[in-house]
Nanobody
């Protein structure tokens, strides 16, 4: 079955960086449009970044442009979220999502990111 396992979260100081990873299995990875969402305290879950099957096109939410980037390694079935200049308001649970055309969408269990001094 489809599995998405996030890792790389943790505690980081404001201004710091983290790289989240999402390991995918159970489907042809290059058939999935991959994205990262986050759920921050007091807010609805929001889209952070997305990347097409080939990795040729990416999307970063406006409030994160210039600080976050998304990439994928189709040979390793991995998608990454590169986060820099982190702010306390970036604290939350970050989720990986795979959307497979004509099949459906799948979510990982999430990884906690805490930005605090």
């Amino acid at each position: 079955q489809v599995q998405l396992v996030e890792s790389g979260g943790g505690l980081v100081q404001p201004g710091g960086s983290l790289r989240l990873s999402c390991a995918a299995s159970g489907f042809p990875f290059n058939s999935g449009v991959m994205s990262w969402y986050r759920h921050t305290p007091g807010k609805e879950r929001e889209l952070v970044a997305g990347i097409t099957n080939s990795g040729g096109d990416t999307y970063i939410a406006a409030s994160m442009k210039g600080r976050f980037a998304i990439s994928r390694d189709n040979a390793k079935n991995l998608v990454y979220l590169h986060m820099s200049i982190l702010k306390p308001e970036d604290t939350g649970v970050y989720y990986c999502k795979a959307h497979i055309e004509d099949v459906g969408s799948y979510w990982g269990q999430g990884t906690q990111v805490t930005v605090s001094s």
